[in-house]
């Protein structure tokens, strides 16, 4: 069974910069585009940014040319660079596909101090 493993979330004030890490054991990255996501407390989890198959990047416009998108030659690792970080950057940040879905790891806490 395909299984995704986030890490790399930590407490850091608002500037400073996070590299996030999402680990497949199986063969999450045959879904095609996958994606990072974050849950606010209180808020529905919402998509921040998206890495085609080939290899493009998009972003939704609150994390634009902030964070950075980008997967290893293997493709069986993800990452989000978070640059610039804000207070309402606040959240669990999980990884899974865009339109083909596997079972939602536990996610990694990134808290942004002001």
């Known amino acids: 069974q395909v299984q995704l493993v986030e890490s790399g979330g930590a407490l850091v004030q608002a500037g400073g910069s996070l590299r996030l890490t999402c680990v497949t054991s199986g063969s999450a990255f045959n879904l095609g585009a996958m994606g990072w996501y974050r849950q606010a407390p209180g808020k529905q989890r919402e998509l921040v940014a998206i890495?085609?198959?080939?290899?493009?990047?998009n972003y939704t416009n609150s994390v634009k040319d902030r964070f950075t998108i980008s997967t290893n030659g293997a493709k069986n690792r993800m990452y989000l660079q978070m640059n610039s970080l804000k207070p309402e950057d606040t959240a669990v940040y999980y990884c899974?596909?865009?339109?083909?879905?596997?079972?939602w790891g536990q996610g990694t806490q990134v808290t942004v101090s002001s």
């Open positions: 890495i085609s198959s080939s290899g493009a990047p």
């Open positions: 899974n596909g865009v339109q083909t879905f596997v079972p």
